[in-house]
Every structure is written in structure tokens, then in C-alpha cells.
């Protein structure tokens, strides 16, 4: 019997979840055989009893404690939502199974994905940065160090992600530059000084280690 192309994807219920759900799906639906796992783990709120649907700081809200059967409900229903227009899906051409793990969402994907030895791990990226990446950790990031298989991030749509602002140049450079064709200003011109030059005996220091030296 021909061993599936086993491919696990993690969920939040987010739209960035999403992405990488039907980008999971079409990865696994292009090999026959192939099994999709979607897992959707978060760390228990007290007793084995239930588990919230998803922390806060994803961008879902604030949700109700569900029991471990209630979660395995709505996730099979999220699935038939977010899948059934996919091509192929109502055939059968891909195995699908839901999974709830009371864990860290980063060791619940890549335990379940060493378990099943899958040949691929699929993530969301919400795409945070600066300091609520920092106080916020990167599942994916985590899932890349910690995965025995390959991992597949999806980044946002293009749009949602934010455009860096641009420093508008020094005036005083660019009428410099029109005047006398010298790059930088007067006060600019003592921050751009001579680049250092390399030789190629700075390769080997005269102790014979390695450190490259600018002279």
C-alpha cells in the first residue's frame, strides 16, 4: 500500500489561517495519495474540561471556553466552510482530518506533524513586527526551528501588509548635487567619508588567524 503524502496545517479561525488552510489543501491535493491534517492548538484554561477557541492577541476576540467535543465541532464545521469550494474536495481526493491539542500551538503542530511523519508543515503568518512580533513570539518562526519536516509559510495578502515610510531626501544634497554634482552637503559630506579599502593580506593577521582587518 502506497504511504499518503501527509500534509498538517495549523488554524487559528483567523483569515490568515485561512490562507494557509486552502494553500495546505492545494499542496496536498496535487499528490496521490495525500491526508491534510488541520490542527488547532492552544494551551487548556484550567482543568482538561475545554479550551478557549483562540487567544485574544490573534485578532479574533476574546472567546468562550469550549469543551474538547464543542471544539471539534466547530473546527469540522470551519473546514466544510472554508473547503468546500476547493477543487476536488467534495470527490475526495484528499483525506481530511481535524485535530484539537491542549499545548503551545508551536510544540502541539510540530509534535503532531513528527508523529504523523509528515512530508510537509504549513503555517499563517499574521505578519506582525517590530514589538508586537517581539511580545508576541512567531509560531511560524518557531515551527521552521522546531519541525523535522519542511515548513511552508503563507505571508498576508500584499495589502495588509504595512508599507515602510521613506525618508525624503536632504534638500540641501539634492541642491548640492544640481549645483556642483557632489553627492551629500556640507554637514552630510562628514558622515560619507572614504569606504575602507581591503587588501588582500588582511585575509590572514600576522598571528595567522582569520579575521578580515580594514586598514
Known amino acids: 500500500m502506497t504511504k499518503p503524502f501527509v500534509v498538517v496545517v495549523g488554524t ?7 490562507r494557509a488552510l486552502l494553500a495546505a489543501y492545494e499542496s496536498a491535493r496535487r499528490v496521490a495519495p495525500a491526508e491534510l491534517h488541520v490542527v488547532h492548538a492552544s494551551l487548556a484554561a484550567g482543568a482538561n474540561v475545554g479550551v478557549s477557541l483562540a487567544p485574544p492577541y490573534q485578532g479574533v476576540g476574546p472567546l468562550p471556553i469550549l469543551s474538547i467535543e464543542e471544539q471539534h465541532r466547530r473546527l469540522s464545521a470551519h473546514l466544510d466552510n472554508v473547503l468546500s469550494s476547493a477543487p476536488g474536495f467534495h470527490e475526495g481526493q484528499v483525506r ?12 502541539g503542530l510540530t509534535e503532531l ?8 508543515l504549513v503555517l499563517g503568518t499574521h505578519g506582525h513586527r517590530g514589538l508586537a512580533r517581539w511580545l508576541l513570539g512567531s509560531v511560524a518562526e ?3 526551528r522546531l519541525a523535522s519536516c519542511p515548513v511552508l509559510v503563507i505571508p498576508p495578502e500584499p495589502q495588509e501588509l504595512p508599507v515602510p515610510a521613506i525618508e525624503p531626501p536632504c534638500p540641501l544634497c539634492v541642491a548640492e548635487r544640481v549645483r ?14 572614504r569606504p575602507h579599502t581591503y587588501y588582500q593580506n588582511d585575509r590572514v593577521s600576522n598571528d595567522h588567524s582569520l579575521p578580515l582587518v580594514a586598514r
Open 96 to 107: 481530511v482530518f481535524s485535530h484539537v491539542v491542549l499545548n503551545e500551538p508551536i510544540i
Open 12 to 18: 487559528d479561525y483567523s483569515k490568515h489561517g485561512d
Open 142 to 144: 518557531g515551527a521552521v
Open 180 to 193: 556642483s554634482g557632489e553627492m551629500w552637503c556640507e554637514q552630510h559630506r562628514q558622515r560619507h567619508g
Open 113 to 120: 506533524a513528527s508523529a504523523l511523519d509528515a512530508q510537509l
